[in-house]
């Protein structure tokens, strides 16, 4: 039988309920603290206090367990390295948070020998929440006892794809920033939703493919279970499954290979082709011609039918 993470599901949210207690407190405060981290990214006095709560809480109610955390970096359990880690990003969208746009969240996963398998995403701004633990399904809701179950959407064609992403800048920085720009245009619709959002959007079905050039393992590991658990795919842009690179690629599954075809980075394959077109390398397939009318299907995957 599988192995059930009901205890520790519940315990994120009693963790994520804190959070946001601690977060909501001092957004829009006029005498926020902001600082800046050597990588020049704000932090603010709310990440730390969101942190040392979420860790203090693990040291009594887990105390093997590893925890690994944006601001304070990672703290053995009692067991050492290895197991059982709980990955913390206290406010993802900091710079939202500075700003007073509602879009930032608290992330909390749970990793068990190098598999993600519990993740809870509060976005208290915005007054919405989303887990997913292994072999569950994806939910979002108030509670536990209070959610819906969420499942990615079918589209299965470009021209008919909603994407989202946080910015254009990086694109460049690793080499495909045209290809980048190639694939927002053979998009139906493109949205910088970005951060944590474009991801649990992806997840209930509302947007269809979501990417970002540079993240760390924080930014992705409670996204990545929620998106497959939803029925989605979650990958590096080199296609490596997981949080585990240093980029990301999330989709409703039936678009994951078609974007690859863009955006896919394998850095070490040589020189960078830079003469690139609206589409992907020629594999003598002709594109569809775009319709003045097009028929789009929208729907999600009912949820009965996650396996």
């Known amino acids: 039988m599988a192995h059930s993470y009901g205890d520790d599901l519940r315990l994120a949210h009693v ?16 005498d926020l603290q902001v600082d800046t ?22 040291k009594s109610a887990r105390t093997r367990d590893v925890v690994l955390g944006e601001e304070q970096g990672e703290q053995e359990g009692t067991n050492g390295p290895g197991g059982r880690r709980w990955i913390v990003d206290p406010i993802d969208g900091t710079s939202n948070f500075v700003r007073g746009v509602p879009v930032w969240a608290t992330l909390i996963a749970l990793e068990e020998d190098g598999e993600i398998v519990a993740g809870c995403v509060s976005a208290p701004a ?44 990086g694109w460049d920085a690793i080499g495909r920033g045209q290809a980048f720009a190639a ?13 944590f959002w474009s991801y ?7 947007v269809d493919i979501a990417t970002e050039p540079e993240l760390n393992l924080w930014d992705m590991a409670a996204l990545d279970v929620i998106v497959r658990e939803a029925g989605g795919t979650f990958t590096s842009l080199a296609g490596a499954p997981g949080p585990w690179g240093d980029n990301a690629l999330a989709t409703n599954t039936r678009l994951h290979d078609a974007v690859m075809a863009y955006v896919g980075h394998f850095p070490d394959d040589g020189p960078l082709d830079l003469s690139w077109t609206d589409e992907p ?14 028929a789009f299907d929208f729907t999600r995957e009912p949820a009965d039918e996650a396996p």
């Open 15 to 30: 963790l994520a309920d804190n959070a946001d207690s601690l977060s909501m407190e001092r957004f829009l405060a006029i």
């Open 37 to 58: 981290k050597p990588d020049m990214t704000y932090v603010t006095e709310s990440d730390q206090a969101v942190e040392t709560a979420i860790r203090r809480t693990l």
């Open 183 to 195: 694939l927002m245009r053979r998009c139906w619709r493109t949205r910088a939703y970005g951060d």
């Open 200 to 206: 649990m959007l992806l997840a209930e079905g509302a």
């Open 281 to 294: 390398e020629d594999d003598g397939a002709t594109a569809p011609e775009r319709d003045n009318v097009r």
């Open 126 to 169: 915005l007054g919405r929440r989303w887990w997913a633990s292994k072999g569950t399904g994806a939910h979002t809701g108030k509670s536990l006892l209070s959610s819906r179950q969420i499942r990615v959407s079918q589209v299965s064609d470009l021209e008919a794809a909603s994407l989202s992403y946080a910015s254009l800048g």
